[in-house]
């Protein structure tokens, strides 16, 4: 078993195929992954990419065979093109089943679901691309919100765009996609001050400042606040303090200077793969 970067903002398992196994239709288990199978030969249920569940016979590595392993895969091999060397994604699942995809198609989707997410033109919207993540991904909405701050965090600024209606100019409002990511990890509370308030709605109120106004809604360039503070950085003499990666640090309102609480301090830099043989 070896460890690698993720391409993708997720963790996550991947078993490598061998020609000799692909075309007996097995998939063999390494050893590292024991732990994650039953210990007695029996029927397990395996879901495919598309949702659909198959019933596979497979082997314990105390059995015969001296291998621990699934049968039956010939279709499933030949149906997604399996190749020597190519890497299946390999999830336990929570109702004791288990997903079988192969990585290219994986990787596919991830990334297309979450370039919806991104692009989504409301929550009805970001929500179901949320959910389809989740199924995908076979993570938690938590999981997956900090993986996009993650992924997000790390594309270039660019100028924030400007809008002309009817000779009258708007800058571009921040995407639902970012609004949902900056709601759950900060849970509507000031990066300056900490505080919030719940409105009739039951939700935290909460602003979202551009500390460059110029620049574009970049997570780097945000800021959940206040109303109070929003207005410090609207009316007060300021001065901002960042540190070598662009994030804000502290801000100066007049003769006070306050910390920035920034969440990307407690995710992951990068997510890895297991590669397992």
Known sequence: MKKEYSKIPFDYITVKTTKSRIEKGLLAIPVSLIDMFPINSKKIYLINENGEEETKIFTPYNSSSRECRIGGLKDFYQKNQINDGDELVIQLLDDGKYKLISENVFKKHVLNFEEKF????????????????????????????????????????????????????????VPISLRIILLNLYHGKCQISGFTFTMKNGKPYFDIHHIDPLKGNHLKNLL????????QFTFANSEHYFDDEGWLRKVKFNEDTFSVFQINDDLPKFFEKEIHY
């Open 224 to 231: 959940v606040v206040s109303p109070n503070v929003h207005a």
């Open 118 to 173: 991104e692009t989504s033109d409301n929550k009805i919207e970001a929500d179901r691309q949320i959910e389809i993540i989740k199924r995908i991904t076979n993570s938690s909405k938590e999981y997956i919100l900090r993986s996009e701050f993650v992924r997000l965090a790390n594309k270039e600024i660019l100028e924030r765009k400007i809008d002309e209606i009817q000779q009258v100019k708007s800058r571009e409002k």
